[in-house]
DNA sequence: TTGTAAGCGTTATCAC
DNA sequence: GTGATAACGCTTACAA
């Protein structure tokens, strides 16, 4: 059906060797032979299969990207990150999303395994946080034998490359303004206390409350998990049901962001007004929807264009010693952080 | 590095043949042969090489997906539904992001070619829209050789399956919903008429006014591109500066809605109140930010299966007649269809 | 029921 | 500078 590089080289009067080399761009080839092969290559719609090529050379130039939200904005704009290295480096991008679904995220690792991608850049799903699953998939990456880069959420313990976030710090800093907001009680709806970005956001809380002198009080630690529905169940029924509302709260992702606000906006409260938050990472669409709400921000389309990046420097240089990015976080005041 | 094929073989004393058979479910193996490979394949941990199957079978179980604007929350939802189908069928989703760029578009055919995929999945960039890029587009997927559904936006006079959208009857709802809101001005703000899908929006539009006998006056039809600045442009000037304002408003895709109430909202202005206004398409967070807006929905979820589907079919059945998927348009209210 | 061998479209190693 | 030829890891007649 296509045409092979025999048909360029019959075509061209040279043999497939020259064609190939003029290909690649490797060996010497005559400016005449060079010529007829990519006059070939041009009548003929030419391009060289990568499946032969990756067969032929033991490597292919393709890398896996496994992400486990879609839905969510801040995955969405990593993609776009990573797609543009892709598209510029001319490799291919082969595409999971795992739905946070750790039985999933096993399937597509088999399937990654089976395209002997050059590199795999991964993003855990969430249930991989007891000891033991995380040391399943531990070794299943291993068993990869691939340079991988883990992005955003950590595996602790692992060998490979990361591009995280400074989530303590993240957690510090969005506590850190409601203290100075004026607040006298903060409550913080944590993620899924399974996974260490949660438990790293809510000690910098701590670390904050801490330094101000401010008692920790349990009843302001709502336990979440990372979901718009359970943040805004646990909004929904603390604002009903409960008189121990505080002052100021955290939000710990973006979509718990959602839930909460999702919540509030149904009873009239007015953030900055009824109740001051700070949330982490940036909800889509705010700036659009003229919606009050300070949060951390981080630079997502960068975080995925370094985790490409690294990918392919590791790729490279297979001896580097481990790599570590970590985005800074950035404090964007729209005004909620003070109550009243 | 990884293990071959050949390593089960010698691991299981039998031949490669046996293994294949074994692996693909053909012809006649022992029970005693099939669990000795079986065993040496789970303790290997081997996955065969899809670069060799593809190759030996001349054939990939892989398909290549082209979408011009991720950070658009339809293509967000559309490849969900593509990526859930490829999943459990056990294919390989190969992906990239075209950004609306026919340059970059163009690369990325090169790239799906040279992969040799079983089939493609394209919504075109929005420059083809003249004849002679529309002609040039045909040409090279033509070139392609290749199972193709174009979907959301149609190349007008191709071959392809396609899974569309009831374009005409969206424009036709909306601006019936404001018709019957009480709107006696009705105003849209267009998409790129370039474009097949913005002419027939609009086309509807124009039908619901004559239908009811209301004047279509031409400072009421705003040109717009289907991006949220230019909309958010036009909705702006017009407030500051016009009295032209007309009760109702119909926005031709979420794109320009959100640019659309990005001006109002910072002018206070509210939707079914100080105007009514209608959208093509749903705005992510709609819900969650409790957001009055009324618009036309359809299921892109499902058209990204459906999609899916429909290419799997074709690659089964290539002789089949050219497959038309048209999703429905359904109103959806939430109130501002009417003004006051 | 099993193994041998040719072939898939490349690259790479050699002679020439 | 160039062209055979082996090799990559698999599938698939065909032979046994």
Known sequence: ?????????????VSKSTVSRVLNNSGYVSEKAREKVNKAVKELNYVPSAMAQGLSKKTSNTVGVLIPELQNYFFTELLQGLSEVVDNKGMTLIFSDTANDPIKQEKALLMIKGQRVKGLILTPANEYSSKKQNLELIKSLKALHLPIVIVDREIPDSPWDTVLFENFNAGYLATKALIKGGNKTIGIITGDMNLKIARERYDGYLCAMKEHNIEIDKKYIFNGDFTANTAYEITKNLFENSSNVPDGFVTCNNQSSIGFLRATLEKNL????????????????????????????????????????????????????????IMPAKFVSLGTEKKK
């Open 1 to 13: 059906m296509d045409f092979t590089i025999i048909d360029i080289a019959n075509k061209a009067k």
């Open 270 to 325: 007015k953030a900055g007004k009824d109740f001051a938050v700070v949330g982490i990472d940036k909800i889509n669409l705010i700036k659009e929807f003229n919606i009050p709400f300070s949060y951390i921000n981080r630079d997502t389309y960068l975080m995925g264009k370094k985790a490409m990046e690294i990918l392919i420097d590791r790729s490279e240089n297979p001896t580097k010693e481990k790599m570590e990015c």
